[in-house]
């Protein structure tokens, strides 16, 4: 039945959401794919010329007005939606995140900047699409949060962690309010996973975990799909960290 996919934050060729659309569209979905510049396009345009169906659609998800054009848009391009990724926040070629610092140090202004970039779009994307789900009696919600907030955090990235944290509770409120409506909300919690926008810190960070390295888009996006699935109708209200058992590890020295 979930034959339509939406995917927020899906412009960077090397990211965990073209890999989530990948996945998605060689599972035999229809793919529409968003972002806040055009690189959305270009992701789909590869997408086609593999033989899938997909559209895309620039758009800013933090402003309600571009989010109801952009669901419009995905409904006269491919039909409803019945399945969502929002994987956007965190980085953004068009609005980099102010530089990392300390509780006490950081610009309250730039801190709900942050907490507002990483939770508004999965509302405002959520928000415009339950009600063609609830009458469908049918969706299936993915949200993509982190590690950091939920099962640890980083020096100077307290926005970052609230934010995160606050993801993985607006899912667990949408799987108990839409369960009886046949939806699913769940979330994914990735680790140090080597994407384009990874630091060289990031990069050593992910040598220290317990497999060995990073981990890649498309083990994110495996799991992302499974979820997704028509099958997974009764996996609801969980947060899945893929991390390498970085959480689980109580030795560091």
């Not at 039945?1 to 990948?22: D, K, N, P, Q, Y």
């Not at 033989?51 to 848009?73: E, M, P, Y």
């Not at 609005?95 to 900047?113: F, G, I, K």
């Amino acid at each position: 039945m979930s034959r339509i996919a939406l995917v927020t934050g899906a412009g960077s060729a090397e990211g965990i959401g073209f890999a989530i659309a990948r996945h998605l569209a060689e599972q035999g979905m229809t793919v529409a794919l968003t972002s806040t510049t055009d690189r959305c396009r270009e992701r789909a345009a590869q997408l086609v010329a593999d033989g899938h169906r997909a559209v895309a659609f620039a758009a800013d998800l933090t402003d309600r007005a571009q989010v109801a054009r952009l669901h419009a848009s995905v409904l006269d391009a491919v039909g409803v939606p019945l399945v969502l990724v929002n994987n956007a926040g965190m980085t953004s070629v068009v609005d980099p995140m102010p530089e990392s610092r300390r509780t006490d140090l950081v610009d309250p202004a730039d801190w709900l900047r942050l907490l507002e970039r990483n939770v508004l779009p999965a509302h405002l994307v959520t928000h415009a699409l339950l009600p063609d789900m609830v009458a469908a009696r049918h969706g299936r919600i993915v949200t993509i949060a982190s590690t950091t907030g939920v099962t640890g955090a980083m020096v100077g990235e307290s926005a970052y962690a609230t934010a995160k944290a606050g993801l993985v509770g607006f899912t667990r409120a949408l799987a108990v309010e839409y369960a009886r409506d046949g939806i699913t909300a769940n979330a994914v919690a990735p680790g140090w996973i080597a994407t384009a926008s990874q630091t060289d810190d990031e990069r050593r960070q992910g040598l220290a975990t317990p497999a060995g390295r990073s981990g890649t888009p498309d083990e994110i996006a495996h799991m992302v799909a499974a979820l997704c699935a028509d099958a997974a109708g009764y996996i609801t209200g969980q947060c899945i960290v893929i991390d390498g058992g970085n959480a689980v590890a109580e030795e560091r020295a």
